[in-house]
């Protein structure tokens, strides 16, 4: 299986900070990544696709970034309502697999 | 919109045999070139991809829970169901069915459609 390794596992910031957060994939993955949001008591929320591809309805202030091993997804300014549990998973190898989530809380 | 709800006993006693169904509305499931699949999450924990079924009815699933793992499909209630046997403590968890979908360019973005999941938890 391939590894997913997301860091920070848990970060404080304030509103309207930039939050990012990586994830390194054990093996190249190409751009076969996908970005969730999931808030308490909910189910994941697809935020980003192919990598860098914003679904849509999700605001702007999400992106995402990298290829290979190597990605990245920002919020450019942080909102009270980001507060949740964000999680990559790569797509490109069955089973696809999680990263161990990074909980974002406001400061 | 296509949208999926998971349904089932929420209490599943050890060794036995965890059963639920996804039900879909809002699109057919027999139609369209998807992938129906079944993931689960651990209270606190992070999530795991149990398996998947698609639409031609050929299925995929996680090595880790293969030998236990049945998924199924049922056009005429346009469901598709899960079967996990000889459960044990380590089975509970939430459990969501998905599907994916495809962006304006025609291109798969898979998981993009889930349930809003259910709990099951193994205790005697």
Redesign the interface.
């Known amino acids: 299986?391939i590894q997913m390794t997301q860091s920070p596992s848990s970060l404080s910031a304030s509103v309207g900070d930039r939050v990012t957060i990586t994830c390194q994939a054990s093996q190249d993955i190409s751009n076969y990544l996908?970005w969730?949001q999931q808030k308490p008591g909910?189910?994941?929320?697809?935020l980003i696709?192919?990598a860098s591809?914003l679904?849509?309805g999700v605001p702007s202030r999400f992106s995402g970034s990298g290829s290979g091993t190597d990605f990245t997804f920002t919020i450019t300014s942080l909102q009270p309502e980001d507060i949740a549990t964000y999680?990559c998973?790569q797509?490109d190898n069955?089973?696809?697999?999680?990263?161990?989530?990074t909980k974002v809380e406001i400061k | 919109q296509v949208q999926l709800q998971e349904s089932g006993p929420g209490l599943v006693k050890p060794s036995q045999t965890l059963s639920l169904t996804c039900t879909v509305s809002g699109d057919s499931i027999s139609s369209g070139s998807y992938y129906w699949s079944w993931i689960r999450q651990p209270a606190g924990k992070g999530l795991e991809w149990i398996g998947r079924i698609y639409t031609s009815g050929s299925t995929n699933y996680n090595p880790s829970l293969k030998s236990r793992v049945t998924i199924s499909v049922d056009t005429s209630k346009n469901q598709f169901s899960l079967k996990l046997s000889s459960v044990t403590a380590a089975d509970t968890a939430v459990y969501y069915c998905a599907r994916d979908g495809y962006d304006s360019s025609g291109r798969r973005v898979y998981f993009q459609h889930w349930g809003q999941g259910t709990l099951v938890t193994v205790s005697s």
Do not use: H, M, S, V
């Open positions: 299986d996908n969730y909910k189910a994941p929320k697809l696709y192919d591809n679904e849509t999680y998973q797509y069955l089973p696809p697999t999680f990263g161990g989530g």
